[in-house]
Every structure is written in structure tokens, then in C-alpha cells.
């Protein structure tokens, strides 16, 4: 089993920078991809970014590609999101989740999930 708690939200002004991180328990995090995904008030939870268990692969969101750069340190069960130039578009609690599936873009595929932390961007 894997535990996430996600930290480092806040409030901004528009373009302005944020690193996420994610600290995760259990022995196991090596082996799973690992997701951030967000959710805006009234919308439903959309995928950002994802980095396979080994760190070799990402994927990311085409709003959030060239912007936002996730990455992991296996060695201290850490990930992170770190987000420049960031818009009032991107106001919204961001979590962290964990998944051995595939189908990264699927919040469905994911075993675990943080409590989330909250982003907001001023304009």
C-alpha cells in the first residue's frame, strides 16, 4: 500500500512559479507510475502530468507541456511538479496518485490518491 500527501500550493500572481512535491510511504513506490492530476471548482478531476516508475518516461497535458516538469526521486519516495509561467487557468487542487496501469491519462487506473493541495493563481 502507498500513502501520498502532497504539499507546496498556494496562492500566486500570474506567471509566477510552483514546485509540488508528493511524499509517498511504502517500500513499493519504485514500482508504480506516478500521476498529478487537478480539479477546478465545478469540473471534473483532469490529468497533468505522469512519470513511469523508473523516471525514464513522461507524459504530460498539452495545456501544461512546456510549462510544467514532473520528476521523481525514488530514493527519497518523492515526486514532483514543478509549474512556471503559471495562468489563472490553472487555479485548482492538485493531486498526486499512484498507478501500475498504463492508461496514465485515466484517473480511474490509479490505486492511490493524496488529499490534494490547492493552487491559485491570480490575475
Known amino acids: 500500500q502507498v500513502q501520498l500527501e502532497e504539499s507546496g500550493g498556494g496562492l500566486v500572481q500570474a506567471g509566477a512559479s510552483l514546485r509540488l512535491s508528493c511524499a509517498a510511504s511504502g517500500r513499493t513506490f519504485s514500482s508504480y507510475t506516478m500521476g498529478w492530476f487537478r480539479q477546478a471548482p465545478g469540473k471534473a478531476r483532469e490529468f497533468v502530468a505522469s512519470?513511469?516508475?523508473?523516471?525514464?518516461?513522461?507524459v504530460y497535458a498539452d495545456f501544461v507541456r512546456g510549462r510544467f516538469t514532473i520528476s521523481r526521486d525514488n530514493a527519497k519516495n518523492l515526486v514532483y511538479l514543478e509549474m512556471n509561467s503559471l495562468k489563472p487557468e490553472d487555479t485548482a487542487v492538485y493531486y498526486c496518485?499512484?498507478?501500475?496501469?498504463?492508461?496514465?491519462?485515466?484517473?480511474?487506473?490509479?490505486?492511490?490518491w493524496g488529499q490534494g493541495t490547492q493552487v491559485t493563481v491570480s490575475s
Open positions: 512519470i513511469s516508475a523508473s523516471g525514464g518516461n513522461t
Open positions: 496518485a499512484a498507478t501500475r496501469s498504463y492508461h496514465v491519462h485515466n484517473y480511474a487506473a490509479y490505486d492511490y
